[in-house]
């Protein structure tokens, strides 16, 4: 009875010896550690995109968000995340270096960017290229009422936002001062703000003028004319045609009459057209999914802003640089680029 016991017991012990042998003799399979990542789970090919927009309270910025979340319902690709930011300038510069992948700006940013021109000529050309062309931004000068101001000769030895730095807006704006008589290297007190920075300042008394381009009417400039007490100067057609002349991707505008309350006429001003564009190595399905959606479901935002009414797929393909192959195979697709 002993002996079987014993026999019984060098069985099992064998059985656990072998157990554990073929545990050691596994592939390792442990948790990563502090210094290691571990591979996240599929997401079911959602593909994230940073978009670079404008100030919260500026056309770029509400055009963008409500496209960007439109495109993000409609298409199971992609999901748009909408960033404010700076402006064109701020836009080119992050998507360039791959901190966004979609960007607006002016046509004019664009093209110096991608072409290392104007505002690149030092920095070089930047990594984009064009995904669409979607709606005219205008010139404003804004004053308060009862102001003295009533043209922009009259900004000598004022206080003046000429627009964040470094941008078409600064362009513009310096532009129509010099035409007007006035230095704006010598003659004023520049300052350099972004779109909803300067408006405040004027609101709070702080400028005498502020300058901005953005879509009509804009959101900003609504707000702070609602009880009346702003103005817009006007500028001479004569001085628009020198401007447009020098510089081609300004145009002459007009800022019908009431559309900002309290200004009862007509102003004449420069328009320029608003871009989006994409880093370079974006994929070119990402870039046909964000064309395809943001033009097939235009209906869907339109309530966002008036400017919306105006992008189209006939002129949605005609910006100033190269397209990105994906929205370029998505314009031959729908016949409106041969």
Not at 72 to 92: H, Y
Not at 101 to 107: E, R, V
Not at 162 to 171: H, K, M, N, R
Not at 231 to 251: G, M
Request: with cysteine.
């Amino acid at each position: 009875m002993k002996k079987s016991n014993k026999f019984k017991l060098v069985i099992s012990l064998l059985l656990l010896l072998v157990l554990i042998l073929t545990a050691c003799t596994q592939p390792a399979n442990p948790a990563p550690s502090q210094n290691e990542t571990a591979t996240p789970a599929p997401t079911g090919g959602t593909e994230e995109l940073i978009f670079g927009t404008g100030g919260t309270a500026g056309t770029y910025y509400i055009v963008g968000a409500a496209m960007g979340k439109v495109v993000s319902e409609r298409s199971d690709k992609l999901n748009i995340i909408v960033q404010a930011t700076k402006g064109s300038m701020e836009n080119i510069n992050l998507t360039s270096v791959g901190e966004m992948q979609l960007g607006m700006s002016n046509a004019d940013g664009v093209f110096d960017g991608y072409y290392g021109t104007g505002s690149y000529e030092k920095g070089g050309k930047q990594d984009i290229v064009g995904l669409m062309s979607l709606y005219m931004s205008a010139g404003h000068m804004v004053v308060k009422k009862n102001s003295g101001i009533n043209s922009y000769a009259d900004l000598k030895g004022k206080k003046v936002v000429l627009g964040p730095p470094s941008t078409t807006i600064v362009e513009m704006s310096k532009a129509i001062l010099r035409e007007h008589g006035v230095d704006p290297d010598k003659d004023i007190k520049p300052f350099y703000l972004s779109f909803d920075e300067g408006v405040s300042k004027l609101v709070d008394g702080d400028v005498d003028a502020s300058f901005f381009v953005a879509g009509v009417p804009t959101a900003a400039l609504m707000n702070a004319s609602s009880t009346g007490g702003v103005d817009l100067l006007d500028v001479e057609d004569a001085i628009l045609d020198k401007i447009a002349n020098e510089f081609p991707y300004f145009e002459k505008y007009t800022i019908p009459a009431n559309t900002y309350k309290g200004i009862d006429k007509d102003i004449r001003t420069l328009k320029i057209m608003t871009n989006i564009f994409a880093k370079s190595t974006l994929s070119d399905e990402a870039a046909y999914e964000f064309v395809k959606h943001a033009l097939e479901g235009v209906a869907d935002y339109t309530s966002a802003h008036t400017v919306v009414k105006e992008i189209t797929p006939e002129t949605a393909w005609k910006v100033p640089v190269p397209l990105h192959p994906g929205a370029e195979k998505y314009y031959r697709e729908i016949g409106v680029l041969k």
